[in-house]
């Protein structure tokens, strides 16, 4: 019996299904029923609480979906596609494709739709800020440039915020700017491994008496990969370190009043959310 | 033919081609006591030459259930899913050992070429692996290259309702035949030689969320399975089938019916979708014809409300008479569940001078000990963090707290839904006593929410989710001493893993980590001699082999099956 041949089946036989799918799921058959919507939130509970939390006010690993845009398309179809198929490149796996929850029938993931929809804030949640003046801050004054990375310009040393805006809450970018330390954010994420590195502050002396301080990239047991204040990446193994210390202290300073007003980090937020609007949710 | 010396001390564990006794190439018997040395092994190295080259002419040796009872004496070959019937996954090989650990190496890789987790334990029989994968895989392999002698795959259907994956933990082997479970929850025999299809037997519709996953056990001529399906709301059961024929010869409902005893342990009608799934390979005690199984949550798992009582058999260790399935006893680890604390982990015996006993490190944070004649509990103790319980009753058994359930809003409870252990394999060593086992250091949020039961759909009551602050979230695997509960020593895990231990008479333990690790350490002090990376978090439990005079040790990651042995 030849795998190929099974393979070269499903694949087919996976085309044809998703093709009829498609073109019957543009439209959302539930649209603000209310019983949907209550299996749709035993589903949610079920299926996307894991990483969307309760509620889908999103959690450590997955966006706020309370937010009536979303980052991969926000029309029912966008939604249908992202649920059913995933998000490649990103946690969001494809339907059934979870390895902890099931996989839902179409019918299912229309209820979950319906719930998303039922907890959306209906007042579109725009800040009150200057999004130019967030900008001028941002690469300026308030010297987030220096270590995080938007639309390719920036630094390296914390995460990308090109799309953080499309994707927590404005409480969370804020909460995340007053106290970093809060909640690290995820780093690295491995295939196979149910959680991804989070950015740890790691302080190290090599065998030479050098002493770096960092953020831990990849790590295990036996070997250090962190990139440095500097950007440069380090591989250490451990049993070479004269010392290695590794804290959830953020290597972020915590903005507090007077560093940066609350004027000023409305307008942070502002242009966070102006930021990374969705393509249509073309792949 | 390599020829090597025969001092003749163990080839009478060997059996020829036609499964007699094997008498070795010097054609003499010799009594002298077996040894599982070193010296023993590279002396048997032409009796498993021999062997090797009979499968490739004219067949392999039958495996017999007398060989199955007495595996230990065929250190060379892994038989069954914990490697023996007492579940300790210990290999009696030493070649590779504490002094030359050290210096392993990657011998073959066997690609599945399957995404999803890989869980196999493979067996090896008289120098043929016999593994599965990912979508019900299974294949034969040449022991000493990896190279397929043959490969299968079922043909799933496309609305199987797997739980956590589409993953499958291996084989079990009688005759000239091996045993799968499958996904769409059949029981398949596969000819060892031709991977042909001998008989498929429907153990339930998969449509109403059963799925099989576990290895299966054989035991005379039976071939004993469990089902998964605790997040479908199924009714769980324990069977046997014939070898031969895949005739079913009896059932052990988990759940019990009307005018069954237990049944008054479920609120209404709630004993009809009361889960408690049976999806990790039991253990067979011979002397007593006794087989041991462990269970798991009552359905809906995060939801107690509906279902009052203790939910009998759910979350417990069960005594069967092997031929019959008739309960000899019972021992519930967790009552009337509502944090998903199966019990599914292998039972595995020990023994204590004459107490003969069962121990079980439990995913609800306490090492058992029972009593494996009457199911009397002897001791519990916490190896893991635990928040769900803080008191015992009148036998020593936890009690859970009222203010650990789930609540609408998620209530913080250790450990977590994935448990202070899970299904990975832990091991006992007879030479040093111990008991190591893979803990997980995790809590969750756990939330309740009514949800109506529909056949066929997923039926959890609510959801868990990780703490937002992430802490603890770590691992270890421990050395626990069963005669204290007490932990001797860990090896700290940077994150929870999913991976089983293996221990050997070389003094070695094996074990993974998520981080992608294959690592060996000293048996006795923790400390960890060798480490490989292999790409991908180990989801597998380890086993060892050996084929011409050399012991492998395997493991798979990823969709790899790696091999690891001496330069």
């Given at each position: 019996?030849?795998?190929?041949?099974?393979?070269?089946?499903?694949?087919?036989?996976?085309?044809?299904?998703?093709?009829?799918?498609?073109?019957?799921?543009?439209?959302?058959?539930?649209?603000?029923?209310?019983?949907?919507?209550?299996?749709?939130?035993?589903?949610?509970?079920?299926?996307?609480?894991?990483?969307?939390?309760?509620?889908?006010?999103?959690?450590?690993?997955?966006?706020?979906?309370?937010?009536?845009?979303?980052?991969?398309?926000?029309?029912?179809?966008?939604?249908?596609?992202?649920?059913?198929?995933?998000?490649?490149?990103?946690?969001?796996?494809?339907?059934?494709?979870?390895?902890?929850?099931?996989?839902?029938?179409?019918?299912?993931?229309?209820?979950v739709i319906t719930y998303i929809r039922s907890v959306e804030k209906k007042a579109p949640a725009q800040p009150v800020g200057d999004a130019g003046h967030g900008k001028e801050l941002f690469n300026g004054a308030g010297a987030c440039a220096n270590c995080h990375m938007i639309e390719g310009k920036g630094g390296r040393l914390g995460p990308d915020l090109t799309s953080t805006g499309s994707s927590r809450a404005i409480e969370y970018i804020a909460d995340s700017v007053r106290n970093p330390n809060q909640r690290l954010a995820q780093g690295i994420s491995e295939?196979?491994?149910?959680?991804?590195?989070?950015?740890?502050?790691?302080?190290?002396?090599?065998?030479?008496?050098?002493?770096?301080?960092?953020?831990?990239?990849?790590?295990?047991?036996?070997?250090?990969?962190?990139?440095?204040?500097?950007?440069?990446?380090?591989?250490?193994?451990?049993?070479?370190?004269?010392?290695?210390?590794?804290?959830?202290?953020?290597?972020?300073?915590?903005?507090?009043?007077?560093?940066?007003?609350?004027?000023?980090?409305?307008?942070?937020?502002?242009?966070?959310?102006?930021?990374?609007?969705?393509?249509?949710?073309?792949? | 033919?390599?020829?090597?010396?025969?001092?003749?001390?163990?080839?009478?564990?060997?059996?020829?081609?036609?499964?007699?006794?094997?008498a070795g190439a010097n054609g003499k018997k010799n009594h002298r006591p077996a040894s599982f040395g070193m010296t023993g092994l590279l002396n048997v190295s032409a009796a498993v030459l021999v062997?090797?080259?009979?499968?490739?002419?004219?067949?392999?040796?039958?495996?017999t259930p007398q060989r199955l009872r007495d595996s230990a004496k065929e250190p060379q070959n892994w038989l069954m899913y914990s490697g023996d019937y007492a579940g300790r996954r210990f290999s009696a090989l030493d070649q590779i050992n504490k002094a030359n650990a050290h210096a392993l190496v990657p011998k073959w890789v066997y690609q599945t070429m399957a995404s999803g987790k890989f869980e196999t334990t493979p067996l090896v029989v008289d120098g043929v692996l016999y593994g599965t994968g990912q979508d019900d895989r299974a294949y034969a392999l040449d022991a000493r290259t990896g190279r397929p002698i043959w490969q299968y795959q079922r043909a799933l259907p496309s609305d199987i309702r797997p739980c956590c994956g589409r993953v499958n933990r291996g084989l079990a082997i009688l005759g000239g035949k091996v045993f799968l479970g499958t996904l769409d929850s059949h029981v398949i025999a596969l000819d060892a030689k031709t991977g042909n299809v001998v008989w498929d037997?429907?153990?339930?519709?998969?449509?109403?969320?059963?799925?099989?996953?576990?290895?299966?056990?054989?035991?005379?001529?039976?071939?004993?399975?469990?089902?998964?399906?605790?997040?479908?709301?199924?009714?769980?059961?324990?069977?046997?089938?014939?070898?031969?024929?895949?005739?079913?010869?009896?059932?052990?409902?988990?759940v019990p019916g009307p005018g069954e005893p237990g049944h008054e342990t479920w609120e209404g009608d709630s004993w009809k979708v009361g889960g408690s799934p049976?999806?990790?390979?039991?253990?067979?005690?011979?002397?007593?014809?006794?087989?041991?199984?462990?269970?798991?949550?009552?359905?809906?798992?995060?939801?107690?409300?509906?279902?009052?009582?203790?939910?009998?058999?759910?979350?417990?260790?069960?005594?069967?008479?092997?031929?019959?399935?008739?309960?000899?006893?019972?021992?519930?680890?967790?009552?009337?569940?509502?944090?998903?604390?199966?019990?599914?982990?292998?039972?595995?015996?020990?023994?204590?001078?004459?107490?003969?006993?069962?121990?079980?490190?439990?995913?609800?944070?306490?090492?058992?000990?029972?009593?494996?004649?009457?199911?009397?509990?002897?001791?519990?103790?916490?190896?893991?963090?635990?928040?769900?319980?803080?008191?015992?009753?009148?036998?020593g058994a936890p009690v859970a707290r009222k203010d650990a359930s789930p609540t609408p809003d998620g209530n913080r409870v250790c450990p977590g839904a994935a448990g202070a252990t899970n299904w990975m394999s832990p091991t006992y060593d007879p030479q040093t006593s111990l008991f190591y086992v893979t803990a997980r250091e995790q809590c969750d949020i756990f939330s309740t929410a009514p949800q109506p039961y529909e056949e066929g759909?997923?039926?959890?009551?609510?959801?868990?989710?990780?703490?937002?602050?992430?802490?603890?979230?770590?691992?270890?695997?421990?050395?626990?001493?069963?005669?204290?509960?007490?932990?001797?020593?860990?090896?700290?895990?940077?994150?929870?893993?999913?991976?089983?231990?293996?221990?050997?008479?070389?003094?070695?333990v094996f074990t993974g980590d998520a981080e992608g690790n294959f690592i060996a350490l000293d048996?006795?002090?923790?400390?960890?001699?060798?480490?490989?990376?292999?790409?991908?978090?180990?989801?597998s439990s380890p086993m060892a082999f050996a084929i011409d005079g050399k012991e492998y040790v395997a493991v798979a990651a990823g969709s790899a099956l790696l091999t690891f042995g001496l330069p």
């Open positions: 019996m030849g795998w190929n041949l099974l393979w070269c089946c499903g694949r087919l036989l996976l085309w044809s299904a998703a093709a009829l799918t498609l073109r019957a799921q543009e439209k959302n058959p539930f649209a603000e029923d209310a019983k949907a919507a209550k299996l749709g939130e035993y589903e949610f509970r079920a299926n996307c609480a894991f990483c969307h939390g309760l509620g889908a006010r999103g959690g450590g690993r997955g966006p706020d979906l309370t937010r009536a845009r979303k980052k991969h398309g926000s029309s029912d179809a966008d939604l249908y596609r992202t649920i059913n198929e995933g998000v490649p490149g990103t946690a969001m796996p494809a339907n059934g494709a979870t390895q902890q929850g099931v996989g839902m029938t179409a019918e299912e993931i229309w209820q295939a196979m491994k149910e959680f991804s590195q989070e950015y740890e502050t790691v302080k190290v002396v090599d065998a030479k008496g050098e002493k770096l301080t960092g953020v831990v990239l990849n790590e295990d047991n036996f070997s250090l990969q962190m990139m440095d204040t500097k950007e440069q990446i380090h591989l250490f193994q451990k049993d070479k370190l004269r010392s290695f210390e590794k804290t959830r202290e953020s290597l972020m300073p915590a903005y507090d009043q007077k560093m940066l007003s609350d004027k000023d980090l409305q307008d942070i937020v502002a242009f966070l959310l102006s930021l990374g609007a969705p393509s249509g949710g073309a792949q | 033919m390599k020829k090597a010396p025969m001092n003749g001390a163990i080839e009478e564990r060997f059996l020829d081609c036609e499964g007699r006794p094997f062997i090797a080259a009979c499968f490739a002419s004219s067949g392999q040796a039958q495996v037997a429907t153990a339930f519709d998969y449509r109403k969320g059963y799925s099989i996953t576990l290895a299966p056990l054989a035991i005379k001529n039976l071939v004993l399975i469990g089902v998964s399906g605790g997040e479908y709301g199924i009714r769980g059961f324990i069977d046997a089938y014939d070898a031969n024929s895949g005739e079913r010869k009896w059932r052990f409902y988990t049976a999806w990790i390979t039991g253990t067979y005690e011979p002397a007593t014809n006794t087989t041991f199984w462990t269970t798991g949550n009552p359905s809906p798992s995060n939801r107690g409300e509906g279902r009052a009582g203790d939910n009998l058999y759910s979350n417990s260790l069960l005594a069967l008479d092997a031929d019959t399935g008739k309960l000899k006893w019972y021992f519930q680890y967790t009552k009337h569940d509502e944090h998903d604390y199966d019990a599914t982990q292998v039972p595995v015996m020990v023994d204590q001078g004459e107490k003969r006993l069962i121990v079980q490190a439990n995913r609800n944070g306490f090492f058992y000990v029972v009593d494996r004649a009457t199911g009397k509990l002897i001791s519990a103790n916490t190896y893991a963090k635990v928040t769900w319980s803080d008191s015992k009753d009148a036998r759909h997923a039926y959890y009551g609510s959801a868990y989710f990780p703490n937002d602050d992430a802490a603890p979230f770590w691992g270890a695997l421990r050395a626990i001493d069963p005669a204290t509960g007490k932990t001797k020593w860990e090896w700290k895990h940077p994150s929870p893993t999913w991976s089983g231990v293996l221990s050997t008479a070389g003094g070695l048996a006795a002090t923790g400390k960890a001699l060798w480490h490989f990376q292999c790409g991908a978090s180990v989801y």
